[in-house]
């Protein structure tokens, strides 16, 4: 997953290298957050199993009960992205840790430099 990321990191330094030069903050924060219920879902549909789930977000510091009431249920990737539980694994800390660049970063650092 690491190997996706990184190919996403780049794009996403190059398009908002490109295209961020416009003044469009909350079209950059609403595809941000787009991105990562999408990166999330890649790491759901990856784990597959209930078992795998449940051990996967108690790992990345999830509850055990949390884990367990994400890992049993019956919702599809998509909306499971949106739990709790899964929030508190994959956050936005973990994924930065992982390598992935936020675009509302990007947009800041172009508009007001740090």
Do not use: F
Request: hydrophobic share 35%.
């Amino acid at each position: 997953m690491t190997l996706q990321i990184h190919k996403l990191t780049q794009y996403l330094r190059g398009w908002g290298h490109y295209y961020l030069i416009a003044n469009a903050y909350q079209l950059t924060v609403d595809l941000d957050h787009w991105i990562r219920r999408r990166i999330r879902m890649c790491y759901w549909r990856q784990w597959r199993k209930p078992r795998t789930k449940v051990s996967s977000l108690m790992k990345l510091g999830v509850s055990e009960r949390l884990a367990i009431a994400c890992g049993i249920t019956s919702k599809g990737p998509c909306r499971s992205s949106k739990t709790k539980g899964i929030n508190i694994a994959l956050g936005n800390d973990y994924l930065a840790s992982q390598g992935l660049v936020s675009l509302r970063d990007i947009w800041i650092n172009i508009h007001y430099g740090k």
